[in-house]
């Protein structure tokens, strides 16, 4: 059974960083892409970035683009979110995610796997 669990999140203001971590268990996942998205209030949940477990390319949003940075650790099974410079249009909650493959994909529907989510809330 594949679990992915979040922590990290929390209460920043404006210009601050947040860390947040994915441990992922129950297989190897040397051929998954692992991804950040999230979803703020009233709004559809959009993708932030992803990695490619296997040959370690990434792919990011636009308007995080130099403040976030996702990387993993294959010994930990762990993938991290750096973000940095954070704004209040930052805040929502953050789900990890899993897919299947090499491809990444930018659809919430492509990934098979989810975490529970962390809130991250930024303030002016």
């Known amino acids: 059974q594949v679990q992915l669990v979040e922590s990290g999140g929390g209460l920043v203001q404006a210009g601050g960083s947040l860390r947040l971590s994915c441990a992922a268990s129950g297989r190897t996942f040397s051929d998954y892409v692992m991804g950040w998205f999230r979803q703020a209030p009233g709004k559809e949940r959009e993708f932030v970035t992803a990695?490619?477990?296997?040959?370690?390319?990434?792919y990011y949003l636009d308007s995080v683009k130099g403040r976030f940075t996702i990387s993993r650790d294959n010994a930990k099974n762990t993938v991290y979110l750096q973000m940095n410079s954070l704004k209040p249009e930052d805040t929502a909650v953050y789900y990890c995610?899993?897919?299947?493959?090499?491809?990444?994909?930018?659809?919430?529907?492509?990934?098979?796997?989810w975490g529970q989510g962390t809130q991250v809330t930024v303030s002016s």
């Open positions: 990695i490619s477990w296997n040959n370690g390319r990434t």
């Open positions: 995610a899993a897919r299947r493959g090499i491809q990444v994909v930018s659809t919430p529907r492509g990934y098979d796997y």
